[in-house]
């Protein structure tokens, strides 16, 4: 029903910026609330940042907050994430989601991109 293609990764240096680019096939992206996932070598998947559906309210993790800042354009069935003041901490696998429910729960989401690596040298 939704199909998610993520795109923007790569490799740059700390203090540097990304801005990754999620696009939905389906047609009712609007109603669907959207967020970035991430894993690290050797680490569980973690919550990044989420927008809603309804009145675009984003919420963000405490690791990225002030750095990252997400947000969506609905006549383009795109989410981005603008990645700012990059730490070699931020370095994973970065996944584009979305949900009918939101959250920051991983499990609360039906789909999934295919993931975009970030990698921050120091």
């Known amino acids: 029903q939704v199909q998610l293609v993520e795109s923007g990764g790569g490799l740059v240096q700390a203090g540097g910026s990304l801005r990754l680019s999620c696009v939905s096939s389906?047609?009712?992206?609007?109603?669907?609330?959207m967020a970035w996932f991430r894993q690290a070598p050797g680490k569980e998947r973690e919550f990044a940042a989420v927008?809603?559906?309804?009145?675009?309210?984003?919420n963000y993790a405490n690791s990225v907050k002030g750095r990252f800042t997400i947000s969506r354009d609905n006549a383009k069935n795109t989410v981005y994430l603008q990645m700012n003041s990059l730490k070699p901490e931020d370095t994973a696998v970065y996944y584009c989601?979305?949900?009918?429910?939101?959250?920051?729960?991983?499990?609360?989401?039906?789909?999934w991109g295919q993931g975009t690596q970030v990698t921050v040298s120091s």
């Open positions: 927008v809603t559906g309804s009145l675009s309210i984003t």
């Open positions: 389906g047609r009712t992206f609007s109603t669907y609330a």
């Open positions: 989601a979305a949900g009918r429910e939101g959250g920051s729960s991983w499990e609360r989401y039906a789909y």
